[in-house]
C-alpha cells in the first residue's frame, strides 16, 4: 500500500463503469481481475526459470506463453466494456487454443494438452452460464476429436523429446490457471454471499422503515420473501403469505387485477399497481363453525427487478419486488364520500321535486281565490244570482282552507325535520281522545255514505303522549281512510295494548295501494297513483306529518294493503311515553302485501257505531 492506495482499491479502479452502481456484480468483476491477474503473475514468474533451464524456445512454447496469457487480455476486455461474460468466453477459447498447441509441440494426446483442453469448460462453468459452459465443452471435444484425427492421421507426432518433462511443466501451469480460477470464483461466491446479507439487511431496514411489507415474487407470481412487517400490519406470519399463501388470501374477484399488476411488472413497466381485498382471519368461528371471512383493503406497488441488464430471476429467482399498503382507512373515507355525494344528490332531487310539488299545491287554490275575488269585486262580470255570488264566496274560501292546510303541514314537517317541533307528554285517556276525533270525521263520513266504526278494548291505561300530535295522528289516518273509501265501504279505528305499546289502527275498505307503491307511502307528496276515489284531493302530506309524530314518540309503523282490497294503518305508541325508546325525526314504515279484511261487530257494548 502507497499513499493511501491498497491493491483492492486499484483492482476496483479497473472495474467498468456500468457495475459501480451495482455492488454483488461490482464484486464479482474484481473477484475476476485478482484471479485472472493472479494466474497471469504466475505465469511471468515461471517464464525466466524455464527459460534459463530450456534456453531458446521454439515457436510453439512462444506461441503457448503468448496463448497462456489470455487472462490479461480478458482482464482489459472487461475494463473496458463491463461484459463478465466475455471476458469468461475469452479465457475459455485462450485454454483450447494453449491445449492445442501444446498437442502440436508435445504429441496429440499428450496430459498437458488434455489438462488445458478440460480447463476451458470449467473455466467456464465460473461464468455461470450455461451457454458458454455448453459452448466451451462443444470446443474441447471437437479439440480432442481433431488432435484423435490428426494423430492418426500422422500429421500431428505422438511424442516429442523431452515430453515428460515439459508435460508436467505445462501440466502444472494449466494446473495454476485452475486454481486461480477457483480462488476467483469462490472469493466471487463470498463477496456475494456478503452483498445478498448485506442487501437482505438494508432490504429490512427499508421495509422498518415504510412500515408496509415488503415482497419478492418469482416469474410466476409466488412470494420468496415477506419482510416481518406483514404480522405487525395484517396480523399474519410470513410463511402465511409465502408461496401461494397471499394468492390464496386474495378475494377471488380481486385476483385478476393482482396477477395483472404482477404481470405488467415482470414485462417491464415502470411500477405497476392495484387494489385488492386480502383476507386476514375469520369471525364467528368457535367449535368448528364456519367463520366468517375479515378483510382488508389492501395496495400494492411492484416493480421489475434488474441487475445490470439481467433479470433478477436469472440469479436467484426473484423477478418482481411489491409493497403492500393498508388502505381500508381510505376506502372506507372514499365509500363515506360517495354515500355523502349520493346523500346529496337524493336530496337536491328530493327538494326539487318538493319544490315542484309545492308550487303547484300553492298554484291551484291561489289561482281559484285570485280569479274569484276578482269576479267578485268587478261589478262587470259579477253575476247577479246571489246563489252564484254565494258558490264563488264558497270557493274562495275552501281554497284558502286548503291553502291553511298545506301551509301547517308544511310548517309541522318542517318543525319536525328540524328538530323544533316540542313534544309536551301528558296523561291521556285513549278512548274518549278517539271518540273526538271521531266526532269531527263524522260528517265528512255521512258525506260519503260510510259506515264509520269505533272498536276500543276495556280499561285501556292512560297514554303518556303529546295530545295535540296524537289528535292529528289519528284525525290524518281517519281522513285518508275516508277519502280513498268509495260509498258504501267502512272505515274502523280500533286500540288495544300489544306489550309495552298501545296499537291504534285505522283499516277501510277502500280502494288499496299498488304493490309497486307501497315502498313510497308516506313520502312527501306523494299519493297512489291505483286511488281513484279521493284522486286529486289533498297534498299528500298527511302520512308524512304522521311519520315524523310517530318518530318523535319513538313508536312504529305498519301497512297493510292490496289494490281494491282495502288499507290498515298501524301506529305503535310506548305507553310509558317513549321513555328510553329512540326518537327520532321520521318513523320507519313497514309495509305488508296483503288484503285487509274488516270482520262484522257484534252487539258489544265497547262498539259505538256512526252511521
Sequence with gaps: MRNGVGIGDRIAGWVHETAQACPAEMERQKAFIRARLLASLAIAVLSPPYLALRGAPALWETLVFLLALAPLASVVLLSRTGHLL???ALCALGCVLVGLTIAFGLGGLSGAAL???ALAPMQAIFSRSASLVGLSSVGSVCALAFLVWGVAAGFIPSDAPDALGLNAFYAALGLICAAAAALGANAAEASGERTREVGDARFASLAGALGDPLLSHDANGLVLYVSSESETLFNLHA?????????DRIFVQDRPAFLKALSDARNGVATARAEFRLRIGGAGGDHGAYAEPIFRWVEIRARRLKVQGQVASELDGACVTSILRDISREKLAEQGREEALAAADRANASKDRFLANLSHE???PLNAIIGFSEILSNEAVMPDALMRRREYAGIIHSSGQHLLSVVNAILDMSKIESGCFEIESEALDIAPMIESCCDMIKLKAEQSGLRLERDCAPQLPQLIADERACKQILINLLSNAVKFTPAGGVVRVSARIEGPSLAIEVADTGVGVKQSDLPRLGDAFFQSGARSVGAGEGTGLGLSVVRGLVGLHGGAISIASAL????SV???LPIDGGAGAHRRASATIDVIPHSVQIAPLGPV???????
Design 362 to 364: 300553492l298554484r291551484t
Design 605 to 611: 257494548s265497547k262498539v259505538k257505531k256512526v252511521a
Design 115 to 117: 489438462i488445458w483442453l
Design 86 to 88: 466475455a471476458a469468461h
Design 564 to 567: 281494491g282490497q282495502g288499507t
Design 239 to 247: 410463511r402465511d403469505l409465502r408461496g401461494r399463501g397471499l394468492f
Design 570 to 572: 298501524k301506529v305503535l
